[in-house]
């Protein structure tokens, strides 16, 4: 049998011992709402530490983190409402993260849970659909891909900030018929560079493309890239890719290709 050792003498925190409210705020931005989140209260349910024993809270999004200190066993206090505002600022934001008990007096950590549990997920975070729009700072382009986080239910094209009818652009076949086909490409260029083409057990930007790649007759797998050495073959990977991309275009013509068509020959009428 298999056995574990702690030399540290860290404890691992129970996350059913974690108690957790977020609710979701609106804002009215231009043309369309954004959200982000209030954790309206947090608790550590457990007699295994002092009272006076500080509840941290350690958040992950993307490759954004922020730590908020949230009061002490014995009196639990969740932070302000506006903390998150700019750290989770979004169309589509997904929050996890991981909450630890540090000693009141040496300030050094006693327990924390193991893994990353979910903080918050906003309503309109669809797992059907890979991609999520958010205004960010993209500098002298109109936009890039976010970190790709393997654990996130979406992966997050960033538009310029500059923009200010967001709404518009991202429901605009003229400019989504550009950016996805190439974000897509990039997502799929990710998953076989660093081995993730397999479906796993949970909601992830990655299972949404495996999923949607079989749906479009071209699934997509990885040791057919390979070399015996395991290696990928560069010609068979590009050749994949434009295949996969192609087979997307194809199924996604009339509602991208054709109205962003109509949209550039009639541009003048609008």
Request: hydrophobic share 35%; proline share 5%.
């Amino acid at each position: 049998m298999k056995r574990s050792f702690n030399f540290t003498g860290l404890k691992i925190l129970d996350k059913n011992l974690i108690k957790l409210s977020v609710e979701e705020k609106e804002i009215p931005w231009a043309d369309q709402t954004i959200v982000y989140p209030v954790i309206k209260e947090i608790a550590v349910k457990t007699a295994n530490f002092p009272g006076d024993s500080r509840i941290f809270l350690r958040l992950k999004r993307n490759e954004k983190v922020k730590t908020l200190e949230c009061g002490t066993i014995r009196y639990p206090k969740p932070p302000d409402e506006g903390i998150l505002r700019e750290f989770s600022l979004g169309t589509k934001v997904s929050i996890s993260g991981t909450v630890a008990i540090k000693d009141p007096e040496k300030n050094n950590i006693l327990a924390v849970n193991k893994g990353l549990i979910p903080i918050f997920k906003s309503k309109n975070v669809d797992s059907k659909s890979p991609f999520a729009l958010e205004a960010f700072d993209t500098g002298s382009t109109l936009w890039k891909m976010d970190s790709m986080d393997e654990s996130n239910p979406y992966l997050t094209i960033l538009i310029s900030k500059e923009i200010s009818l967001i709404g518009k652009f991202q429901n605009d076949e003229r400019y989504l018929s550009l950016i996805l086909p190439q974000a897509l490409k990039g997502a799929i260029t990710y998953m076989i560079d660093n081995d993730c083409c397999e479906l796993r057990d949970d909601e992830s930007w990655v299972n949404t493309i495996i999923k949607m790649l079989s749906y479009i007759d071209c699934p997509i797998d990885r040791n057919t890239l390979c070399d015996s050495d395991g290696n990928v073959i560069p010609d068979e990977k590009n050749i994949f890719l434009e295949k996969a991309v192609d087979a997307w275009s194809s199924k996604t013509k009339d509602i991208l290709f054709d109205k962003a068509i109509s949209k550039i020959n009639h541009q003048d009428e609008e």
